[in-house]
């Protein structure tokens, strides 16, 4: 059906939070002390304003950030500081995530990814607990307690799985509880949260202290994936524990995934994606349950987001990607207080490096610097006003309520496609079977009470347009890139399709354009 949407440029508006630009994820800490990573990060945040980043591994062996030396505990921060600084001189502040274990202080040396992130608890909660104080303290020094305030403090990333957290819930929450107890010892006014973990699930595999996966609820033979209980884990639990014992709740995190998986080949999923609208529901329920629980006050972040949990999914380079954050962003407007991509840059080895240019990676950059399409969506996201003047299925009118001016943001997710975007792993082929589903669509744009010949831009993204990963395909799929070959790539993904309108006499500007399936649409009053 069309696409059609109508506002009063003189409308009452409702006020917009931009959840979707307020944190966005990268992989590990030391990868943030390279030039290319500091370069997509300064990108990402002038053109789609993200003020958090967040990623794992703070204090990895690799941070130098804790050693024992004949029993004594030795900190060393240079690290840390030498990426925080430029953090905040990007723009951007730390959200920060407390892991994994440096491996002096944990208490077995289980390792995960590729750069072996230790997921054993400390061995010491008293060792580990003084390593987090003198942290914060440090930051509250080189920093001051005014800036060190607007951060957050995660403890702990994903530990219900066992790759990253090799104890028990109960384990966890001792761990939650001692962190946070240190982050309030350095300043009571310090925002701290939990319990990060993944993903939402059917079934209860996640009701005893650890995962039982025998009691996972098969998707394999489920007729319909949407008619099954999907909740998020521990979080009910958590919240409880904390009100038991006085543990302070100053924000809640998990990761809502739309998927049936949370890691590649655990369990009994069949990495299947869920309704296209799943995103939305779980994070009305994540409002609910905090709503209701001991600490309704708790603001909602979710640290980890994206359409699938693989860094091998070749949608992550595809156009519809783009349509799925657009979607999903806009129709959960006012229930969270962020929704965090991951990741902003494909410098990310969890797997080890990326075998190509574009190898599904989750980021929205590749590691040469070509922006994919997701750039854009969250691009385009930025550019929305601070009020919601009206929203239909497939688009929403925005007003800036400094300037009084609109801008529209469409988008064509076809009503084939049901779900989720599905993931492709391996080859493309999937991604580009969906990229080819669904028909074309008519888009309706009608704005009234504006001055005579105001004037618009409106700003496409589509298959021909600002898509990289469609340009590279076109030009032979060549791997490795040259430099001119890169060059010519980063121009075709920064040309998305442009043209001008202008309201007429009576006020109104009318737009009617056909879409392709999964074309992103802009409108924005210059």
Aim: aromatic residues 12%; contains cysteine.
């Amino acid at each position: 059906m069309p696409i059609s949407v109508t506002a009063d440029a003189a409308a009452p508006g409702v006020p917009l939070h931009h959840h979707w630009n307020v944190c966005v994820g990268a992989g590990r800490a030391n990868e943030g002390l390279r030039a290319t990573w500091q370069e997509h990060l300064r990108t990402v945040v002038d053109a789609c304003g993200f003020r958090y980043v967040r990623f794992h591994g703070l204090l990895h062996d690799d941070m130098f950030v804790y050693q024992e030396r004949d029993g004594r505990a030795v900190y060393n921060f240079q690290y840390v500081d030498d990426l925080f600084d430029r953090l905040l001189d990007a723009g951007v502040r730390p959200f920060v995530e407390f892991g994994f274990a440096p491996s002096d202080l944990a208490s077995e040396h289980g390792t995960v990814f590729w750069w072996q992130a230790n997921g054993a608890p400390p061995k010491d909660l008293a060792r580990w607990s003084a390593l987090v104080e003198a942290l914060v303290r440090h930051w509250a020094d080189r920093y001051g307690l005014e800036e060190i305030r607007r951060w957050y403090y995660e403890v702990w990333n994903e530990p219900n799985l066992r790759p990253f957290f090799h104890g028990t819930r109960s384990d966890y929450f001792a761990l939650y509880a001692a962190t946070a107890a240190a982050v309030r010892a350095v300043d009571p006014a310090l925002r701290v949260g939990g319990p990060a973990t993944s993903n939402f699930v059917p079934d209860d595999r996640f009701a005893g202290e650890t995962e039982d996966i025998t009691r996972h609820a098969s998707t394999v033979t489920a007729p319909d994936l949407d008619a099954l209980d999907w909740q998020p884990v521990w979080l009910r639990e958590f919240l409880d524990f904390c009100h038991r014992t006085g543990a302070p709740v100053d924000f809640v995190s998990v990761h809502p995934y739309p998927t049936d998986w949370a890691l590649d080949d655990l369990g009994r999923s069949v990495r299947l994606t869920r309704s296209r609208d799943a995103t939305r529901r779980d994070l009305a329920l994540v409002r609910e349950l905090v709503d209701a629980g001991p600490f309704p006050d708790a603001e909602i972040h979710l640290t980890e987001w994206s359409s699938s949990p693989s860094p091998r999914d070749h949608t992550h380079d595809y156009l519809q990607a783009a349509t799925f954050v657009v979607k999903a962003n806009v129709e959960s407007t006012d229930l969270v207080d962020s929704l965090s991509y991951w990741t902003f840059t494909d410098v990310f080895e969890e797997s080890g490096a990326g075998d190509s240019a574009f190898h599904g990676g989750f980021g929205m950059i590749t590691y040469q610097g070509v922006p994919k399409p997701t750039f854009h969506a969250y691009r385009f996201l930025h550019r929305l006003g601070d009020e919601r003047v009206a929203r239909e299925p497939g688009a929403v009118v925005t007003r800036d309520s400094a300037s009084g001016r609109l801008t529209v943001l469409a988008y064509h997710y076809p009503d084939e496609v049901r779900g989720t975007v599905p993931p492709s792993f391996d080859d493309p082929a999937q991604a580009q079977l969906t990229l080819s589903e669904g028909s074309p669509d008519l888009l309706r744009v009608t704005l009234t009470g504006l001055a005579a010949g105001t004037a618009f831009e409106i700003e496409y993204l589509d298959r021909d347009h600002g898509n990289a990963v469609g340009a590279w395909q076109a030009m032979g799929a060549p791997d490795p890139l040259d430099r001119e070959q890169t060059r010519t790539l980063a121009a075709a993904a920064a040309a998305t399709g442009r043209e001008r309108a202008v309201a007429a006499e009576d006020g109104t500007l009318t737009l009617e354009r056909t879409l392709t399936p999964w074309s992103v649409v802009l409108v924005s009053q210059v």
